[in-house]
């Protein structure tokens, strides 16, 4: 990332941390979800300004990750639709 000095993304509907998270350059976790120098689609960044280079497209993102880890779940009835 290339930001601003108050740039935040709003990671909520990916990890639900309640607050916008700050972003920088600098990469500081190798966890994607950890580290700073990362934003992903479909986040909302409700303050400063950023450019960015993309660096997975698809099943390969974060989003994609989670989205095959949803849909690999067996789907399996309830205590309650079973009686």
Do not use: W, Y
Not at 26 to 32: K, N, V
Not at 34 to 45: P, Q, Y
């Amino acid at each position: 990332l290339e930001c601003s000095d108050g740039f935040q993304v709003d990671n909520a509907a990916l990890t639900g941390e309640s607050e916008p998270q700050k972003r920088s350059s600098e990469c500081t976790h190798d966890d994607p979800l950890e580290t700073r120098n990362l934003c992903f689609f479909g986040t909302l960044a409700p303050e400063g300004s950023c450019k960015a280079i993309v660096i997975e497209t698809g099943d390969r993102t974060v989003m994609g990750r989670v989205a095959a880890l949803a849909m690999s779940t067996k789907k399996e009835q309830t205590p309650i639709n079973k009686e």
